[in-house]
């Protein structure tokens, strides 16, 4: 019967074992050589305040009035995942880089893509290519965020983390100048909504006054006019607020401040990333061995059965039927 334990096995063919391994390591170590070298530009951000104690009074007087809350800065994880957006994206591919060996400088989309059927697949194509090669990793800790980028050609990776950079801190502004237009103009309908409601309650208070020359001898008078003074103190508090919000608002529209602090800035890479044959290369090895015993084993165990199965039908066959009772 044959033995189809592990060790067995490894006994029976460990000179097979060996020449796989070889073989498995050295094709993992072909394929790496064959892959074009990758060099890797990082970069630190820290995303900052986009408002003043100003700016911070008047969000909150907004706030307080309409009920929402004011709006800030990017967090990191936003704009870890605005880097990889297909607008930020887009707006990289479509720039220009150039190379000390060019001539001109050339589109992205150009140079990871430099051939196709149309445009929209080269983009496309190019999109995918520049995903993938865009890292990003958040610190909890600190709050900041390090994006790196992957390319053929370290300037090139400089110089595409740099534009990458530029275009996450140009959105951001767009986004926040554009909060800041939709709060403004929900502001100014609401100060003229007040200035109408502020406007009725000083002809209220007007009217009252010129119809009730001695309200301070009747108690019910009094307490009237107590009441339109109250409104309009209320009415003339909003009122200032809201004004106060609208103006804010307008200053944060017209705001056009870098969101973010470079804490450091995109690097030039000195030696390509690592392409890890020391972890690769005994990965492959192993793997191509035990993909080797698997199949042995499996062989084994089929030839086995087919054994057994084979076994039982002459075992059949060799014995004589019972005889027939009348």
Not at 252 to 271: D, G, N, Q
Request: net charge positive; aromatic share 4%; no cysteine.
């Amino acid at each position: 019967m044959t033995d189809l334990t592990l060790p067995s096995l490894i006994q029976r063919e460990g000179r097979r074992l060996l020449l796989v391994a070889t073989l498995s390591a050295g094709l993992a170590t072909a394929i790496g050589l064959v892959l074009p070298r990758q060099w890797e530009s990082s970069a630190l951000v820290l995303p900052k305040s986009n408002r003043g104690a100003s700016a911070l009074l008047g969000a909150s007087a907004l706030a307080s009035l309409l009920g929402t809350s004011p709006s800030g800065s990017a967090s990191p994880a936003f704009l870890a995942e605005l880097a990889t957006s297909r607008d930020v994206l887009m707006a990289v591919l479509t720039s220009s880089f150039v190379l000390p060996s060019d001539a001109r400088p050339e589109p992205l989309v150009d140079r990871l893509v430099p051939s196709g059927s149309s445009l929209a697949i080269r983009e496309d194509k190019a999109r995918r290519k520049l995903e993938k090669a865009v890292r990003t990793n958040v610190s909890l800790k600190s709050g900041m965020l390090r994006v790196s980028i992957r390319a053929k050609h370290p300037e090139l990776a400089r110089q595409i983390n740099a534009r990458l950079l530029a275009v996450l801190d140009s959105v951001n502004r767009h986004r926040l100048q554009q909060d800041a237009r939709a709060e403004r103009e929900f502001a100014e309908a609401r100060v003229a909504e007040a200035s109408l409601a502020l406007a009725t309650a000083e002809r209220n208070l007007q009217r009252f006054e010129e119809g009730n020359r001695g309200w301070r001898q009747s108690p019910s008078t009094a307490i009237e006019y107590g009441r339109l003074q109250r409104e309009l103190s209320l009415r003339q508090g909003a009122y200032a607020g809201l004004v106060q919000a609208a103006e804010q608002a307008r200053m944060e529209e017209l705001h056009s401040a870098s969101v973010m602090s470079i804490v450091e800035v995109p690097s030039l890479p000195s030696r390509p990333v690592s392409r890890y044959f020391a972890v690769l290369v005994p990965v492959a090895a192993l793997t191509g061995m035990l993909l080797v015993l698997l199949l042995d084993h499996v062989r084994a165990a089929w030839s086995r059965s087919l054994a057994a199965d084979r076994a039982a039908g002459e075992f059949l066959s060799a014995t004589p039927p019972d005889p027939v009772r009348a």
